[in-house]
């Protein structure tokens, strides 16, 4: 097959959603239609012993959370799926706000029973921002919850988004009987078992016990008004993100899944062009390219390896090829290439744009780095980046294992979730993260892969701003005003609140501030 059409096969998303809604859960269904497991497990499986594929840390199976992005890669009817299963918890959005950077388009799980809630609301926006197309799963219409049309109603207000409903559910809870399937012209029935019984619509008179229930003459009602009052498919505002497509079903039972996702990878966007340095990179362009936008120290605990995880954004990519870091113009050969569900994988000799693959990380790679082949130089839009609000100072509980230490630090900050500094004069390392959870696996991760027990104390919230190096006078700075330097040895000063940040602008109005990250750049709507 020619590079063009093994890209046109090639169905790249993330799920997103609030912690809980069930996303996790949403993923595990899709593995067993791939055949990639047998029994799909819950998420919550502390009782059962069963844990969720796609949730491959201990901490998360403890907690039933996911807190890294897993991805998975399986063929499906005669397409390449490659599913991106992101953080729900909101102190690893960063993480997610990276991932969404390596997708073509996003499931949106909504839970029935809540609506839109704080975490869905923060990840539509990075999505429209980037303008993604959004398709929406409202989940748990086997328990009792909102009105079908309420829901809609609040998706269109509170994201402004058009909706179509693809399906339309019959009842909630334990009168749930099953989804009006729009698209394909019949109903799906809900028997409280795993098996879906199709009707068509043009059968459904032969079924009075359906069409004669209260309940399913009541939603038939809802779907008349729908179809009267409602906005048409019009798939070319899906792909700019200005329509998403709803679907209603329960993951956990699962129902709805299987119309949800073969609806889904029909109309979902292959590969898409992309911005570089250069200009636009196109999918069918014959060179290789891609962006790194996560790195993951220790998925093999025995090995300790560090693994980089790779969007293809263009060409073919061969096992054994040698490419071009161009940051540093500098050669590697990709000798160990693989893909993955979660923590299991498997070596991939080639893959095509719009595929993620891992790469072995001999500790060159930064997150946003690009890989090209050939007399090509450039690099991919850089990944957002975001400024932490917690700060800590860690050191090691036994100085003895100051080694161990430094390795454990250096490795998991390169993994983007925390953020290192240390202490402009001293060597006082301090950590810097978005919320509270990133320290608890930091801490957890530590002493478990690197078998080092740390000590954490806070220093509360600051305000990072980067100096510029012929500015820096140390008598300008106490414990207020913290002068830190950051892992590229920039200097920054840690302010302690507003107030502190303000009188130093006042009283040193020729030193510059700098907002690094220039978070606004890039969305003014995150707060």
Known sequence: MTIQEEMKKRRTFAIISHPDAGKTTMTEKMLLFGNLIRSAGTVKGKKTGKFATSDWMEIEKQRGISVTSSVMNFPYQGYQVNILDTPGHEDFSEDTYRTLTAVDSVVMVIDGTKGIEAQTLKLFKVCKMRGIPIFTFINKMDREGREPLELMEEIESTL?????????????????????????????????????????FSELNNHPDLTEDPTYQEAEDELMLVDEAGDGFDLDKVMKGD????????ALAPFGVETFFNTFIRYAPEPASRRSTKGVVSPEHEEFSGFIFKIQANMNPQHRDRIAFVRICSGKFERGMNVTLSRTGKDFKLAQSQQFVASSRGTVEEGYAGDIIGIYDPNVYRIGDTIVTGKQNFEYDELPQFPPELFKKVTAKNVMKSKQFKKGLEQLVQEGAIQL??????????IGAVGELQYEVFEYRMKNEYNVEIELTSIGERIPRWLREDQVDESMFDDRNMLVVDREQKPLVLFKNDFSLRWFQDKHEDVELIDLFEVNKYDQSYE
């Open 243 to 250: 329509q998403t497509p709803v679907f209603f079903g329960s």
């Open 421 to 430: 500094f240390k202490h402009y004069h001293f060597e006082d390392y301090i």
């Open 160 to 200: 402004n988004i058009e909706t179509y409903p693809m399906t339309w559910p019959v009842g909630m809870g334990k009168r749930f009987m099953g989804v009006f399937d729009r698209e394909n012209d019949q109903f799906v029935r809900y028997t409280g078992n795993e098996e879906e019984t199709y009707i068509p």
